[in-house]
């Protein structure tokens, strides 16, 4: 069922804003479509201001992808809890997935620019 997955370079320039700050610009960014899910943004580590996210207690599991780890965003208006998540161990057929983290576009702004 993993065939489902695809996973590729995402195109241009991507952007995460969170409260008024850019927490992340990559043009190294990957997309991942899944099934009839609206495509996903993954933005390497490396890319993404980490200083600004704190790993939370909260995990959920995948059968496509694996265990799903989440972040808050601390900013200057507040905490936004879970607004991130990471596969820091995905499984072997979504592996390039390892090392990027995907944002939740109702708790942050995700935009090519």
Not at 51 to 69: I, M, R, V, W
Not at 88 to 94: D, K, M, R, Y
């Amino acid at each position: 069922m993993a065939g489902h997955i695809k996973i590729r370079k995402a195109q241009g320039t991507w952007v995460v804003r969170a409260g008024g700050a850019v927490l992340a610009e990559s043009s190294n960014a990957l997309e991942l479509a899944e099934g009839d899910y609206p495509a996903m943004i993954y933005f390497p580590r490396g890319d993404i201001g980490m200083a600004f996210l704190e790993k939370t207690d909260s995990s959920t599991n995948c059968p496509h992808k694996g265990q799903a780890s989440y972040y808050a965003i601390h900013g200057k208006s507040g905490v936004i809890p879970d607004a991130a998540w990471s596969y820091e161990t995905p499984l072997a057929s979504v592996g390039e997935i390892a090392g990027h983290l995907a944002f939740y576009g109702d708790k942050v702004t995700v935009e090519q620019l």
